[in-house]
C-alpha cells in the first residue's frame, strides 16, 4: 500500500511573513489529517520561518532546487547541509520550470538525485512532456529519457527512497489538467519502466505524484486511479482552503 502524498510547489511566491500566515491557516485546518502525507515547499527564504511552525504536526517541509556540491564557490546557489539544517526531509528535483528557464538537464538531475540521497532527503523527482512533443507521440520516449538518465546508476534500493512526480508541462499552471486516464496512463508506463530497470517490487512501492493544474474539483477523481499516489500542486497550494481541500479529497486513498 502506497501512502498519498500531497505536496505544495509555492514556487516563487510567498515572503516569510506570507509563509507563515499560510502556514497558520493550514495548521488549523489540517491538525488531525491522518492517511497521508503532506509535503510544504516554500522558497528557500522562508523554509526556516515555516519549519519553526510545523516543527512537530505532521507536516513535512521540502526546498524547491538544490545544488550537488557540498559547499564552494557557487555564488547564489544552495546547498544540501543548508536546507537539510532548516528542516527539509524533501526536496523537488528538476522540475519543468528548472529544466526549461535554468538549463536543468537529465544530468544535474541524476547529480542532484545521488546527493539528496547521500544527504537522506527525499527527493521528488519531477518528469514529463511539453506539448509538443505529446503532439508528436513522443511522451513515453519523453519520460523514459528522464527516468533513465535522471536515475542512471542508482540502486534498486536507492530508487526506493524516491518519490516521481509526472508533470505534463503543458498541464502546468494552464488549467489544462490532464484527463485521469491521461496521467494514468503515463504512470502506468513509468511503473513498468522501473519494473524492467529494477525488480516488480521497486515499482510497485515507488510513489508516483501527478502535477499539472490540480484542483480541490479534479484531484479525487486523479487520485481514483490506480498508479496515482498523490499530487505535486502549485497555484492551488497558495490558498489553505484549497490546498487543505486537496489533502481531504486525497486522503479517502490513504490508510487510516
Ligand atoms: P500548477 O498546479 O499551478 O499547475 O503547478 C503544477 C506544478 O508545477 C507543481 O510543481
Known sequence: MRKPL?????????????????????????????????????????????????????????????????????????????????????VIIGHSERRQYFGETNETVRRKVKAALKFDLTPIVCVGERLEEREKGKTFQVVENHIKEGLATLSGEAVLKIVIAYEPVWAIGTGRTATPQQANEVHTFIRQLLSDIYNRDVASQTRILYGGSVKPDNISALMAEQEIDGALVGGASLEAQSFSEIVQRAKIKGVN
Not at 515555516?50 to 546557489?77: C, M, P, R
Open 6 to 90: 500531497i505536496a505544495g510547489n509555492w514556487k516563487m511566491n510567498k515572503t516569510p511573513r506570507e509563509a507563515a500566515e499560510l502556514v497558520q491557516a493550514l495548521k488549523d485546518k489540517l491538525t488531525e489529517i491522518d492517511g497521508v502525507d503532506i509535503v510544504l515547499a516554500p522558497s528557500f527564504t522562508a523554509l526556516e520561518t515555516v519549519y519553526n511552525l510545523i516543527k512537530g504536526s505532521k507536516l513535512g517541509l521540502g526546498a524547491q532546487d538544490v545544488h550537488w556540491e557540498e559547499k564552494g564557490a557557487y555564488t547564489g546557489e544552495v546547498s544540501f547541509s543548508m536546507i537539510k539544517e532548516t528542516g527539509c526531509q524533501y
